[in-house]
């Protein structure tokens, strides 16, 4: 890692240090480039009118592998309500709480409204 870091060091603007296995939400940056997604969703066979039915479609498989990591491993599924709830508070009181030395923690998902009001987690 120390290598890594030296080698690309004036490409890196920040290091994160944390748990062994977590998944970051974010963005394919490529993918947001002029043209990039069309390409995207033409080798998906997806058409632009349908793209809305194609991100739930992908949304929802994403969260049924949480659900069903969650069930395999017996770890807790924790829906949150809110972006500013800290993560990885909620992570290390669980961990304290049920004495998690090793293994998965728990597995938390950011709901909308709706899907908190309508039980999909």
Do not use: W
């Amino acid at each position: 890692m120390e290598k890594f870091l030296e080698r690309y060091d004036s490409k890196i603007s920040g290091v994160i240090s944390t748990f062994d296995r977590m998944i970051f939400k974010g963005h394919i940056m490529s993918f947001f480039r002029k043209g990039n997604r069309h390409h995207y969703l033409f080798q998906e066979k997806v058409l632009f009118k349908d793209f809305g039915k194609y991100a739930k479609k992908v949304s929802g498989e994403i969260k049924d592998k949480a659900r069903e990591l969650s069930d395999k491993e017996g770890r807790p599924l924790i829906p949150l309500d809110s972006s500013s709830i800290s993560k990885e508070d909620v992570a290390r009181k669980i961990q304290e709480e049920e004495q998690v030395k090793e293994c998965l923690i728990c597995v938390l998902a950011r709901l909308s409204q709706f899907e908190l009001k309508n039980g999909y987690f």
